[in-house]
């Protein structure tokens, strides 16, 4: 029996059981197309890092003895969609049976399952073999409550999965998360290593890109390209992350500076996202740093906190919601994101910085994201689904089962509270706080009125003024409430003014 066994863009698991055997009655199908390119504007390195490491897969599957069916996006330039060409394939390789990965995407899960049942010759679906939960567990974990609270989830995991544990289901340290002490700036030292990646030049894909018309943002990097294409690169990733950046990750995770975009962070989430690493392989390798006394518990404990604990959470909230959760907007912001979240041309520092950063490198860490553009997204009341589109396209490591979550519940409250216990927001007190980004910046970051006051700080306290009848409640804003409350009538009304009138320039900001 022959049979067509799909392949997405995100299912590049050199380690999934398919890939044992060679059977030269099995073909492996994989397809650039328009409908995963032109569904949302992608960066032009997400589209470009994608298409290049599906053909390095494909033929790495072919040097194995593999049967490969490769279309690439010259061929499928028309508008048919992924289901045009699977039955394009299954007729004129007369496959008697089709099989699938589980996608990640409600959107494509929904597509393949309508299209499998639709087939009048046997159809497969199999899990993708990567993560450590199923889809429906965390919702399982949480039945019956209405806060989702990740810690509960991730101690859980910890015990399961004998991590960081020191018997009895006590935690090694004592304690279970050491979040506090990882909140330190950065002042230049240690200094950040050397970007060990290898540089690779996809300008002939690139061009191919070009030619088909596809619409993309931000900087191709096409001839010095630098994030992993293949599961050796990733590997080689992990270990320079292991080596060189675990040991201070914890300390400086939370920092935000100018002269080191990269600081400590292991820019391993393309490879984990596209599943050419696999969660657990990360978590061991950082645990036996720690073992090995390579790197201190507060480092090693915040970074498997974020595999272990927040990757799977995120995925079984995302399963858990949808279809629906990106319709969310609980607190009912509906202004358009402001031309310059597009450019970076802003006088705003914090912004500017962190919005060209991802323009060129199709990356930001998670401070930036949820306390730089997040938070000044969610301060201005912009529309939570126009956000979680630009943070969907933007970000390379971006693949809708992690990002909208992230995006709709963390950063925008969307959700009215299920993921987050309160809404992540800040005034520029934070900011400079954690950064060097206002030193130099056109406003002034202790100012809440006038002309050169940073729009952060009016724009924060309106925040909670006009949302008072959702969040007054919640009892861990309650001071800002009381502080909002202690202030006079007079300095409020000018706080409000002064967020109206940046609210109605916010294009020039």
Same mark, same amino acid.
């Given at each position: 029996?022959?049979?067509?066994?799909?392949?997405?863009? %995100?299912?590049?698991?050199?380690? &999934?059981?398919?890939? $044992?055997?060679?059977?030269?009655?099995?073909?492996?199908?994989?397809?650039?197309?328009?409908? =995963?390119?032109?569904?949302?504007? #992608? &960066?032009?390195?997400?589209?470009?890092?994608?298409?290049?490491?599906?053909?390095?897969?494909?033929?790495?599957?072919?040097?194995?003895?593999?049967?490969?069916?490769?279309?690439?996006?010259?061929?499928?330039?028309?508008?048919?969609?992924?289901?045009?060409?699977?039955?394009?394939?299954?007729?004129?390789?007369?496959?008697?049976?089709?099989?699938?990965?589980?996608?990640?995407?409600?959107?494509? %899960?929904?597509?393949?399952?309508?299209?499998?049942?639709?087939?009048?010759?046997?159809?497969?679906?199999?899990?993708?073999?990567?993560?450590?939960?199923?889809?429906?567990?965390?919702?399982?974990?949480?039945?019956?409550?209405?806060?989702?609270?990740?810690?509960?989830?991730?101690?859980?995991?910890?015990?399961?999965?004998?991590?960081?544990?020191?018997?009895?289901?006590?935690?090694?340290?004592?304690?279970?998360?050491?979040?506090?002490?990882?909140?330190?700036?950065?002042?230049?030292?240690?200094?950040?290593?050397?970007?060990?990646?290898?540089?690779?030049?996809?300008?002939?894909?690139?061009?191919?890109?070009?030619?088909?018309?596809?619409?993309?943002?931000?900087?191709?990097? =096409?001839?010095?390209?630098?994030?992993?294409?293949?599961?050796?690169? *990733?590997?080689?990733?992990?270990?320079?992350?292991?080596?060189?950046?675990?040991?201070?990750?914890? %300390?400086?995770?939370?920092?935000?500076?100018?002269?080191?975009?990269?600081?400590?962070?292991?820019?391993?989430?393309?490879?984990?996202?596209?599943?050419?690493?696999?969660?657990? $392989?990360?978590?061991?390798? !950082?645990?036996?740093?720690?073992?090995?006394?390579?790197?201190?518990?507060?480092?090693?404990?915040?970074?498997?906190?974020?595999?272990?604990?927040?990757?799977?959470?995120?995925?079984?909230? +995302?399963?858990?919601?949808?279809?629906?959760?990106?319709?969310?907007? +609980?607190?009912?912001?509906?202004?358009?994101?402001?031309?310059?979240?597009?450019?970076?041309?802003?006088?705003?520092?914090?912004?500017?910085?962190?919005?060209?950063?991802?323009? $060129?490198?199709? +990356?930001?860490?998670?401070?930036?994201?949820?306390?730089?553009?997040?938070?000044? !997204?969610?301060?201005?009341?912009?529309?939570?689904?126009?956000?979680?589109?630009?943070?969907?396209?933007?970000?390379? %490591?971006?693949?809708?089962?992690?990002?909208?979550?992230?995006?709709?519940?963390?950063?925008?409250?969307?959700?009215?509270?299920?993921?987050?216990?309160?809404?992540?927001?800040?005034?520029?007190?934070?900011?400079?706080?954690?950064?060097?980004? /206002?030193?130099? /910046? &056109?406003?002034?970051?202790?100012?809440?009125?006038?002309? @050169? *006051? /940073?729009?952060?700080?009016?724009?924060?306290?309106?925040?909670?003024?006009? #949302?008072?009848?959702?969040?007054?409640?919640?009892?861990?804003?309650?001071?800002?409430?009381?502080?909002?409350?202690?202030? *006079?009538?007079?300095?409020? *009304?000018?706080?409000?003014?002064?967020?109206?009138?940046?609210?109605?320039?916010? @294009?020039?900001?």
């Amino acid at each position: 029996m022959k049979t067509l066994r799909l392949i997405l863009g %995100d299912q590049l698991n050199r380690q &999934h059981s398919w890939f $044992e055997k060679i059977d030269a009655n099995t073909l492996y199908l994989f397809v650039e197309i328009r409908q =995963e390119t032109d569904y949302v504007l #992608h &960066h032009a390195q997400k589209v470009l890092g994608i298409f290049a490491a599906m053909r390095q897969f494909a033929e790495e599957l072919k040097e194995q003895g593999h049967q490969v069916i490769y279309l690439p996006i010259g061929k499928t330039i028309s508008n048919h969609d992924l289901i045009f060409w699977i039955d394009q394939i299954l007729k004129e390789y007369q496959c008697e049976k089709f099989a699938y990965i589980e996608p990640d995407e409600y959107r494509l %899960d929904a597509q393949l399952k309508v299209y499998a049942q639709s087939l009048t010759i046997p159809s497969v679906v199999v899990t993708a073999e990567h993560f450590l939960t199923t889809r429906f567990e965390v919702a399982d974990v949480f039945k019956g409550q209405k806060k989702w609270l990740m810690e509960t989830f991730y101690r859980k995991m910890r015990i399961s999965f004998n991590i960081l544990m020191n018997g009895n289901k006590k935690p090694i340290g004592d304690k279970w998360n050491f979040d506090a002490e990882n909140r330190k700036p950065y002042k230049g030292q240690p200094p950040e290593p050397n970007d060990h990646r290898a540089s690779q030049d996809l300008s002939l894909i690139w061009q191919e890109i070009q030619d088909a018309q596809i619409k993309t943002f931000g900087n191709p990097s =096409e001839k010095d390209f630098r994030w992993p294409t293949t599961r050796a690169q *990733a590997l080689k990733d992990l270990d320079h992350f292991i080596t060189y950046r675990l040991p201070y990750f914890g %300390d400086f995770q939370d920092a935000l500076t100018l002269h080191a975009w990269r600081l400590f962070h292991s820019f391993l989430s393309f490879a984990l996202n596209t599943k050419m690493l696999h969660p657990l $392989e990360v978590i061991e390798r !950082a645990q036996t740093a720690y073992v090995a006394g390579h790197a201190p518990l507060t480092s090693v404990e915040g970074f498997i906190r974020q595999i272990l604990g927040w990757r799977e959470y995120i995925r079984g909230v +995302y399963w858990s919601q949808m279809p629906g959760y990106d319709e969310k907007n +609980y607190l009912g912001n509906i202004k358009d994101l402001p031309p310059w979240f597009w450019t970076g041309q802003t006088k705003m520092q914090c912004l500017s910085v962190t919005i060209q950063q991802s323009l $060129e490198h199709a +990356y930001a860490h998670h401070i930036q994201r949820l306390m730089i553009t997040g938070n000044f !997204a969610l301060l201005a009341g912009l529309h939570p689904k126009q956000v979680h589109e630009w943070y969907l396209g933007i970000y390379i %490591d971006a693949f809708e089962w992690v990002e909208l979550p992230n995006t709709l519940g963390m950063s925008q409250f969307a959700d009215g509270g299920l993921l987050a216990t309160k809404p992540y927001v800040s005034s520029a007190a934070y900011i400079n706080k954690m950064s060097d980004y /206002c030193k130099t /910046c &056109h406003y002034d970051w202790k100012s809440k009125i006038g002309a @050169n *006051a /940073c729009p952060m700080n009016s724009l924060y306290w309106d925040f909670f003024d006009r #949302h008072q009848d959702q969040l007054a409640s919640n009892p861990r804003i309650g001071m800002s409430y009381v502080t909002l409350k202690k202030m *006079a009538p007079e300095d409020l *009304a000018a706080i409000k003014s002064q967020a109206k009138m940046l609210l109605s320039k916010i @294009n020039e900001l």
